[in-house]
């Protein structure tokens, strides 16, 4: 693999609002559609040799919109599991747990469809699609969600799943993961066209 582009979906309307929106399936806002069709001119052109998209229905149309083709819908990709916060913001969390903070603290179960996950449980997610993305030959695209996204950075640099902390992500926007000296490195983070 020569480098990892990775695209967060655009803005959905939990997201906007900051409900936790893990495997809640919600389509984009006009103005995440928008946000995907600005990443565009990113993609023209390029060739990859694989694109790797989150099932959820945001991450697709994100790809869709931004113009990726021929991808591969990947399981290993949705967000992280919220379980019982599936849905709710962070100070709504906070009024029965004060001061609580997702990387540090985790979530509690929730229902059959929202069992939760821990940082750990998506760092092995994301290790999958990192030995996925170099085992391709050239760029790889991937089409994702903002926790996850941010686990795998933090996977791709050798740090454990909850450094993902450190790497804030914006809907609608990219970055790159690659290599410097055979060493990984980040490229560019939450940038937008």
Known sequence: MDEMLLLRHGETEWSRDGRHTGRTDVPLTARGQGQARALAPLVAGRAFAAVLVSPAQRARATADLA???GYEVEPDLWEWDYGGYEGITTPQIRRSHPGWYLWRDGVIPGDADHPGESAAQVGERADKVIARARAAEGAVAVVAHGHVLRVLAARWLGLPPGDG???KLDTGTYSELGYEHEKPVI??????V
């Open 67 to 69: 113009g990726l083709t």
């Open 165 to 167: 902390r450190m790497f």
């Open 187 to 192: 490229l560019q983070w939450n940038s937008r």
